[in-house]
C-alpha cells in the first residue's frame, strides 16, 4: 500500500504562485510515474502534468509554460510549480502513483485563484 499525501494549496490572487507538494509514504516512489490532476467542481478530473522515474515530463497545453513538475526521489516528494495563476486554475489538485497496472491517488489539496 502506497500513502500519498499533498500539501501547499491554499487562496491566492491571479498571477500569483502556489508550490504543491506529494509526499509519499513506501519503498516505489523512485520506480514510478507520478501525476498532477485537477477537479474543478462540475467538472471530471483532469491530467495536469507527469513525471516518470527518468525524469521526462508531459503537460497540460493549458498549464505549459506556467506550470513545472518535478520530483526528489531521495525524499519520496514530487512538487508542482504553479506560476501565473489564473481563476481557472481554481481546483483540488490531487497527485497519483502509477506502477502499471497499479494507481494510487491522494486525497487532494485546494487551490483557489481570487481575480
Known amino acids: 500500500q502506497v500513502k500519498l499525501v499533498e500539501s501547499g494549496g491554499g487562496l491566492v490572487q491571479a498571477g500569483g504562485s502556489l508550490r504543491l507538494s506529494c509526499a509519499a509514504a513506501?519503498?516505489?516512489?523512485?520506480?514510478?510515474?507520478m501525476g498532477w490532476y485537477r477537479q474543478a467542481p462540475g467538472n471530471q478530473r483532469e491530467l495536469v502534468a507527469t513525471i516518470t522515474s527518468g525524469g521526462s515530463t508531459n503537460y497540460a497545453n493549458s498549464v505549459k509554460g506556467r506550470f513545472t513538475i518535478s520530483r526528489d526521489n531521495a525524499k519520496n516528494t514530487m512538487y508542482l510549480q504553479m506560476n501565473s495563476l489564473k481563476p481557472e486554475d481554481t481546483a483540488v489538485y490531487y497527485c497519483?502513483?502509477?506502477?502499471?497496472?497499479?494507481?494510487?491517488w491522494g486525497q487532494g489539496t485546494q487551490v483557489t485563484v481570487s481575480s
Open positions: 513506501g519503498s516505489i516512489f523512485s520506480i514510478a510515474t
Open positions: 497519483k502513483l502509477v506502477i502499471t497496472p497499479l494507481n494510487y
